[in-house]
């Protein structure tokens, strides 16, 4: 089965064809990134705007690339949700019409599913049942996984998702848009023994997460700091420290309490050096294996989507003409 795939969630512009035989075929992305950067985050009905101008012409450039008519397509994946409402109704509509316009079955995709699925595009996947760690911008979940469509949440951030954390943190210290990555450039450059945060949550039971504290913590501490270079850089390496920490120790609760050999992560955050390097260390010492996407499918890309999208499809699922769009929608809630 060859799936088109169209990712339009929240602020990159993104489309795919894979093919359950011979893999991904090809992906597009393009980044909103100069337009939020003059807002310090991402505006919604900009990022909407933008999808409407961009989607078409990445969709013709992606089939010239690859030299294939719109017909030659079995399938059509779009993400439903969760995400930004606007922008999600731009890829659900241009996706929606165009699988009618063919005559091929269309559904819309779960954009978390997406993230969770991404590590199964690489030459080594992971074997089901395995523990999953979402951690973006707007999700940080630890779930269960038993097989596609099967997943039991085990914890959830009851208020800012990790990588939001770093954004706004990033934010405080003047570090521009998008925060995350920047604030983790800057932390190579401090000093281990400056500060040492709070690890939240972790002190009592449970896999919950929380990080809004850390934020304002980080904020305390610059405002009563001498406010010089190397002091925000300090606060970087101990904000990142803090956050990668919290997440490994929830990890290794969660595979200690599933007896799990193994573990996914994905999401955005998920690119992060330092996370990598920590569980890399946690799964030699558990003895367990530890799976992520490349750096490309970390963040919001159209090849997950088009994963996903073909294992659903190949099961006979899909939708009716209505557009669906849902800005919340739990993982959980999938079949």
Not at 91 to 111: D, E, Q, Y
Not at 172 to 180: A, I, K, Q, S, W
Not at 316 to 324: A, M, P, R, Y
Request: glycine fraction near 8%.
């Amino acid at each position: 089965m060859r799936v088109l795939a169209i990712e339009t969630s929240c602020d990159d512009t993104a489309v795919a064809i894979y093919d359950s035989v011979q893999g991904l075929l090809a992906h597009k992305i393009y980044s909103q990134t100069t337009i939020h950067k003059l807002y310090g985050g991402v505006v919604p009905e900009l990022a909407a705007r933008d999808h409407l101008q961009k989607l078409m012409p990445l969709l013709n450039d992606l089939f010239k690339q690859l030299k294939i008519p719109k017909n030659s397509l079995d399938g059509i994946a779009y993400t439903a949700g969760p995400g930004l409402m606007g922008a999600l109704l731009v890829g659900a509509a241009v996706g929606r019409t165009l699988g009618w316009a063919l005559g091929i079955p269309t559904l819309g995709v779960h954009h978390m599913e997406g993230h969770l699925l991404a590590p199964m595009l690489e030459a080594q996947v992971p074997s089901f049942p395995f523990i999953a760690l979402l951690v973006s911008g707007g999700h940080t979940l630890l779930v269960e996984v038993q097989k596609i469509g099967s997943y039991k949440l085990l914890g959830e951030s009851l208020d800012d998702a990790a990588g939001e954390a770093f954004d706004k943190t990033a934010k405080l210290l003047g570090l521009g848009y998008p925060g995350g990555p920047a604030l983790a450039r800057l932390a190579e450059r401090g000093n281990p023994a400056s500060y040492i945060f709070p690890r939240p949550m972790t002190d009592r039971p449970g896999l919950d997460f929380s990080f809004s504290g850390l934020k304002t913590f980080a904020l305390n501490t610059w405002n009563n700091s001498t406010q010089t270079e190397q002091v925000k850089a300090d606060i970087a390496y101990a904000f990142q420290a803090a956050v990668i920490d919290t997440l490994v120790i929830k990890c290794r609760r969660a595979l200690q309490l599933t007896n799990s050999k193994c573990l996914v992560i994905a999401g955005g955050v998920s690119a992060n050096q330092l996370l990598r390097q920590q569980l890399a260390q946690l799964s030699q010492k558990l003895g367990i294996e530890v799976f992520f996407p490349r750096v490309e499918f970390c963040t919001d890309n159209a090849a997950m989507i088009a994963y996903a999208g073909c294992q659903r499809l190949l099961a006979g699922q899909s939708d009716d003409l209505s557009i669906k769009a849902q800005a919340r929608w739990s993982l959980t809630e999938l079949s």
